[in-house]
């Protein structure tokens, strides 16, 4: 009868133990992210120097993804060599001159990947040319380009509203007008003149 209930107790016991064990076992676990196949996008893909791609990455795992930027292509245009003539017929020389903006882009650079392995960044050239974006992290890998362009003819370099005036090209304009108004003024005052001597007789007899 005592060892009846000894197994009883052990029993009831080892069943009473079993159930946090069971009750842990039945609750959902999270689900575990698996990195896909890696992908990366630039949009636009042809963008005027001075705007900006924007990048999306992926299939990453979460974490740092780095970034690697190939440019190829001529840098930015500059005015060609020669000379050009003023209003009076002298001629000036000119000097080729390549505009860049005073920091250059990076050509690497990291950004980081959400849990759900993806990322969006921004990045603005400083030059033209076909720009290929490869998105690195450990054996992942992708790349993705964009093209370039010049600004818009007639654009400023550095932005601004304005293009440069020279002295020679407004000068001489208003110098002419200047005396043109001078001259007027002085006819205008002889007439009125003339017109008062011949009313009042001055000079006639």
Do not use: C
């Not at 069943?15 to 609750?27: E, I, L, S, Y």
């Amino acid at each position: 009868m005592r060892l009846s209930r000894i197994f009883m107790a052990l029993t009831v016991g080892l069943a009473v133990a079993a159930v946090p064990t069971a009750a842990g076992a039945a609750q959902p676990q999270p689900p575990v992210y698996t990195p896909g196949e890696a992908s990366l996008t630039v949009t636009p893909t042809t963008i005027r120097l001075g705007e900006t791609f924007t990048l999306r990455g992926e299939g990453f795992a979460a974490g740092t993804v780095t970034i690697n930027v190939t440019i190829t292509g001529n840098p930015n245009a500059a005015p060609a060599q020669g000379s050009a003539r003023r209003s009076d017929g002298s001629a000036v020389a000119m000097t080729a001159v390549a505009y860049q903006q005073p920091q250059s882009a990076p050509t690497t650079f990291t950004v980081t990947a959400n849990a759900e392995g993806e990322f969006t960044t921004t990045y603005r050239p400083s030059r033209t040319g076909r720009h290929v974006f490869t998105a690195v992290q450990g054996t992942q890998e992708d790349s993705a380009t964009g093209i370039v362009l010049p600004q818009r003819p007639g654009r400023p370099p550095h932005g601004g509203g304005h293009l440069p005036v020279t002295g020679d090209s407004v000068g001489t304009p208003l110098k002419l007008g200047g005396g043109l108004a001078g001259a007027g003024a002085v006819l205008v005052l002889l007439s009125l003149a003339w017109r008062r001597r011949g009313r009042f007789g001055i000079g006639s007899r």
